[in-house]
């Protein structure tokens, strides 16, 4: 994808700037944890990648940004660009759960926050996952009740 | 394909076949394998492709994410080309389905129970909407058939269901599972595992289940028993020829008022006639009545087998919500199969409560990472910013979520019918839905949504929250070609023919007089069986 793009699929260098900027504020690197910011340079790659439906979804969010920020995030400090980005994302709007779905998407599937997390990084097939039985005998409670179920072969049920 | 002449247009005219089948979904598939022992000359029509297991979502890293993309329920976000678009702005509910070989199944949870024995007496026993015009005991050949072919994994002796011999042991309980069952047994309520078409053996040659995680979005393992790979090999094996790509715009009829064939589109976009002796219509509880009332003619101005005035009405969607809360140790999340056990504690009718009929309590295990941080955040429990990282690590892993199932009785003013002004990528006109609930469904949903806060309460679950609606349409598309006695009130007959037009049958979820409070794949697929089984002793006098 080119930077500079302005089609209808493509953000534009000042959307993916505010779109970077903001996604930084949603998930915020927390050395704590170790993880990295949504606006990690490989996290981010992979949400404009990713934006596919979403796509005029996070275009319509990102003018909505800029109709309260005032001006472009990028050009707002950070206490005003947080208070900004925190106003937007505390909307109710399907453009804004949209924009967070195309975020979510990919910060929860990159190698280090799922290692942080202690998930291998891999695709479920073919390897599987193990399920334990758990405890079986925790039925022998409900075996033998009386039948709930309505017989409708019986006369007056 | 032969190419024949049509006298009434030049389009292209195929051989004529003995069976038409409209739908390679769970009901189109079981009535083809079914009739295939006939040796007639049996043709099925799919709109949509064959899913390949290397095309599933598991396995790619993205695995997630495509559940809200090319694997999305809703036909209107998935947007494939083989999906047609549904107008469901008036409807509570939106539309979930899946377009191709396989139709809902390769889409489905593989939560499998049958409807129970009061389902089909509502009004013997309840006094509420029809009774149908079989029973559940007529059904039940059927259903340990199709069972067998199927393949459930469950266990008998359930004391809230009727007797049946499922063919597998039972998914593991999990960390989850046990988790409930402590708390249904410290209150006392009923609990069983769940019956679900999945493979914890191997079976018929399908590999058993490895836990890839949630079974909605296709299980590229083969474990889950998704039509494409039960019914439709034995199908096509038996020398039934099923077309993909190829999308029924109506199903036309001749001087007699017979059905004499459908007008389709081909895969390269080709208007064609194919001439068929009998049509059976498998394309869903939307789909098909779109489809009646897109075949409108002179002789069936209403739409097809429409004299009644019942295609498109009476649609119910089972209402589903669902009620989450979060432990502090982990559980189970997305390894294995999405739902571990049922609750019939709440099924039938008691009345002591406010409303009739009643719900399945359906309790799933969690969820994986993506979709987790995605339902949370939707739902607001997941913050942004500085909060962020200390919630999700809270809740990734730590649910517990139950569906609660509610039966929403027929009432005609939900419907589909056409809409003006949308229509498909071959120009036929969209479905419109018109879907509210009713004060019965409401009280119901209500009654579950308390009873399932207290198990969840009970099993020591914190942050518990409930989503009603918005997020959880199973799918269930259901009685808008309703089957009855009476062909003023019903528009197919206790078989599945059509009153109006007798060499024309249904045999989806269109034809269901009421909706039980289950899942409906398994008592689709009973009643498929049941209807090939009727057409196959009839045939002699089957257009009598």
């Known amino acids: ?157 | 394909m032969a190419v024949l002449a049509d006298p009434d247009s030049d389009r292209p005219t195929d051989d004529i076949v003995d069976v038409l089948i409209i739908g390679a979904g769970a009901s189109g598939a079981v009535v083809a394998s079914s009739l295939a022992e006939t040796r007639m000359n049996i043709l099925c029509l799919e709109q949509g492709d064959w899913i390949k297991s290397s095309e599933f979502p598991t396995n790619g890293r993205d695995w997630e994410a495509r559940r809200y993309a090319d694997f999305d329920i809703s036909p209107n976000r998935r947007k494939r080309d083989t999906d047609y678009p549904i107008n469901d702005d008036n409807s509570i509910m939106k539309i979930a389905n899946f377009n191709g070989v396989g139709g809902g199944t390769i889409l489905f949870t593989a939560h499998y129970p049958r409807m129970h024995p009061s389902d089909f007496r509502v009004r013997t026993l309840d006094g509420v909407a029809d009774d149908w015009p079989i029973d559940y005991w007529t059904l039940e050949p059927y259903f340990a058939e199709n069972d067998r072919i199927t393949g459930v994994a469950g266990l008998p002796g359930d004391p809230a269901y009727p007797p049946h011999e499922p063919t597998m042991p039972p998914v593991p309980l999990g960390k989850s599972g046990t988790r409930y069952a402590k708390a249904m047994n410290q209150l006392g309520w009923h609990w069983w595992p769940s019956d679900i078409s999945v493979a914890t053996t191997e079976y018929n040659g399908r590999a058993k289940c490895i836990n890839l995680g949630h079974c909605t979005p296709g299980c590229a393992q083969g474990a889950k028993a998704s039509v494409d790979i039960t019914y439709w090999p034995q199908a096509i094996r038996a020398r039934v020829e099923l077309r993909t790509r190829c999308r029924v715009r109506e199903i036309t009829t001749n001087e007699h008022g017979m059905a004499s064939g459908v007008v389709y589109y081909d895969p390269n976009g080709v208007e064609r006639f194919q001439p068929a002796e009998m049509v059976i219509l498998a394309a869903n509880g939307i789909g098909t009545p779109r489809l009646l009332l897109n075949s409108a003619s002179p002789h069936f101005p209403d739409g097809l087998a429409n004299s009644s005035g019942f295609v498109g009405k009476n649609l119910m969607l089972h209402p589903w919500p669902q009620v989450a809360g979060y432990v502090e140790d982990e559980l189970d999340g997305d390894r294995g199969p999405m739902t571990v056990m049922w609750s019939k504690q709440f099924y039938e009718t008691d009345p002591s409560r406010d409303f009739v009929r009643g719900y399945t309590m359906q309790f799933n295990r969690g969820t994986g990472p993506v979709n987790e941080a995605i339902t949370s955040m939707i739902l607001g429990r997941l913050p942004w910013g500085r909060g962020h990282h200390r919630v999700y690590r809270e809740l990734l892993y730590r649910r517990l979520q139950i569906g609660i199932a509610c039966e929403d009785l027929p009432e005609e003013h939900n419907r589909v019918t056409l809409d003006p002004v949308l229509k498909d990528g071959h120009g036929i006109p969209a479905p419109k839905i018109d879907y509210t609930m009713s004060e019965n469904t409401r009280r119901m949903m209500e009654h579950g949504i308390a009873r399932a806060t207290e198990i969840l309460a009970t099993a020591g679950a914190k942050n518990i929250g409930c989503s009603r609606t918005l997020l959880n349409s199973p799918g269930h598309l259901l009685g808008t070609a309703r089957m009855g006695l009476d062909p003023a009130r019903s528009v197919v007959n206790a078989w599945g023919r059509c009153h109006d037009v007798k060499n024309l049958f249904i045999v989806d979820g269109s034809i269901w007089v009421t909706s039980g409070g289950v899942n409906p794949t398994s008592t689709i697929q009973a009643l498929a069986l049941y209807i090939a089984d009727n057409i196959k002793k009839r045939l002699a006098t089957l257009f009598d």
Do not use: N
């Not at chain 1, 909307?91 to 759960?97: A, L, T």
């Not at chain 1, 290692?115 to 990084?121: C, D, K, M, R, W």
């Open chain 1, 1 to 157: 994808m080119s930077a500079g793009g302005t089609s209808d699929a493509e953000l534009s260098t000042r959307e993916l700037r505010d779109l970077r900027r903001l996604a930084a504020f949603m998930i915020p690197a927390d050395a704590r944890y170790g993880v990295p910011g949504a606006d990690d340079e490989t996290i981010f790659a992979d949400i404009v990648l990713s934006l596919g439906r979403d796509a005029q979804a996070v275009r319509t969010a990102l003018a909505m940004l800029q109709e309260i920020a005032g001006e472009d995030l990028h050009s707002l400090d950070a206490e005003r660009a947080e208070t900004a980005a925190m106003a937007l994302l505390g909307r109710d709007d399907p453009v804004v759960k949209a924009l967070g779905r195309a975020v979510l998407q990919c910060y929860y599937r990159d190698d280090r926050v799922l290692h942080s997390l202690g998930i291998e990084p891999l695709a479920p097939f073919p390897k599987g996952r193990a399920l334990e039985q758990g405890d079986w005998s925790l039925l022998d409670a409900v075996r033998g009740r009386p039948q709930m179920w309505r017989d409708d072969r019986e006369k007056g049920k």
